[in-house]
């Protein structure tokens, strides 16, 4: 079955210690991006990568990063998490071709206090 | 730049009456444009999309045609059921480059028996 797999799907922790949420989909897909989703501001995208070593900023990447090592996987980091990255995350991957469609993973809420 | 506005929600119906949900957009160039649903607890599901204008996407239902006009892509189905309750975002898709999606903020629709 096709799908993007995030882990975890909630996780709470404290400002300032390093966060990992992994990501990984089956569908040998080049295209891969991280949003966060917050109320009345929709999805915002963070990073994507275009393939593996290619990665680049979205529109809101300040206190994130993104590494591509492997084509299957797309972690997120937050190496010193605040507040305001309290959030709901979903990773989301696609193929080249044209109007390949996007698949999502199922989320992840991140609460740091 | 680019965007996408959606009506605020939450839209609140009885069973079997007629949804619209407005959806407008601005961009440069010609996207493409999406309907996302998401469900409680889940990631977002392709629910419809059109690649050109006067284009009609449908889908369980639901339709929506790329006007180009008034730059409009209107989310309707006539008759909702309990199981739609969800939220649903408009997106577009530039098809240049990494061909980012851009959303709007989603509109809550809640169907009561």
């Known amino acids: 079955e096709a799908q993007v797999t995030q882990n975890p799907r909630y996780l709470i922790t404290v400002t300032g210690k390093k966060l990992t949420v992994t990501c990984s989909q089956n569908m040998n897909h080049e295209y891969m991006s991280w949003y966060r989703q917050d109320p009345g501001l929709g999805l915002r995208q963070i990073y994507y990568s275009m393939n593996v070593e290619v990665t680049d900023k979205g529109d809101v990447p300040e206190g994130y990063k993104v590494s591509r090592k492997e084509k299957r996987n797309f972690p997120l980091i937050l190496e010193s998490p605040s507040p305001n990255q309290t959030s709901l995350y979903f990773c989301a991957s696609r193929g080249t071709g044209e109007n390949q469609p996007q698949h999502f993973g199922d989320g992840t809420r991140l609460s740091i206090l | 730049g680019n965007s996408v506005t959606q009506m605020e929600g939450p839209v609140t119906l009885s069973e079997e009456a007629f949804l619209t949900i407005n959806c407008t957009y601005t961009a440069t160039g010609y996207p493409s444009l999406f309907w996302y649903v998401q469900y409680p607890g889940e990631g977002l599901q392709l629910l419809l999309k059109?690649?050109?204008?006067?284009d009609k996407g449908s889908n369980k239902g639901f339709e929506a045609t790329y006007r180009k006009e008034t730059t409009s892509f209107h989310l309707e189905k006539g008759s909702v059921q309990v199981s739609d309750s969800a939220v649903y975002f408009c997106a577009l898709r530039l098809n240049t480059g990494f061909q980012k999606l851009v959303f709007g903020t989603g509109t809550r629709l809640l169907v009561s028996p």
């Open positions: 059109a690649t050109k204008a006067d």
